[in-house]
């Protein structure tokens, strides 16, 4: 539960009922529909940013159609922004930069996008 809406749903506790906040307070009903009340208000509705990630190497038409996907989902009530990312992943294994293979990897070469533990030419044994 996010701090604001905590805080909002205490302050309808406190107003509405008369109750004073307590941990005791939060296994009642009262705590609930105060709760719900937060809800309404819109009090817990921070915009959510979302980030898809494709392989670098994914073909144009799945490009397009997940381009789409997060166009329609920026449109939607409570998603500040969706953004689609391309990221460098090994044809063989599927290794990033941010996940590299077991006892590690790299890149031996700018351009194509296999790594070193799938590259033989590196003595790469898959």
């Not at 070469?109 to 790469?124: E, K, L, M, Q, V």
Request: net charge negative; charged share 25%; aromatic share 4%.
């Amino acid at each position: 539960m996010s701090p604001e809406r905590h805080q909002r749903a205490v302050e309808i506790l406190e107003t509405k009922t008369g109750l004073e906040y307590s941990d005791d307070v939060e296994h009642t009903r009262e705590w609930a529909d105060a709760l719900a009340a937060a809800d309404d208000e819109g009090v817990d509705a921070a915009p959510l940013i979302v980030n898809i990630e494709l392989p670098g190497f994914a073909p144009q038409g799945i490009r397009d159609l997940v381009t789409g996907l997060a166009d329609d989902l920026a449109s939607r009530d409570g998603i500040a922004a969706a953004e689609v990312f391309l990221i460098r992943t090994c044809r063989v294994c599927g290794c990033t930069d941010m996940e590299a293979c077991l006892g590690g990897c790299w890149w031996p070469s700018p351009t194509d996008d296999i790594c070193s533990a799938c590259t033989p030419a590196s003595g790469g044994v898959r």
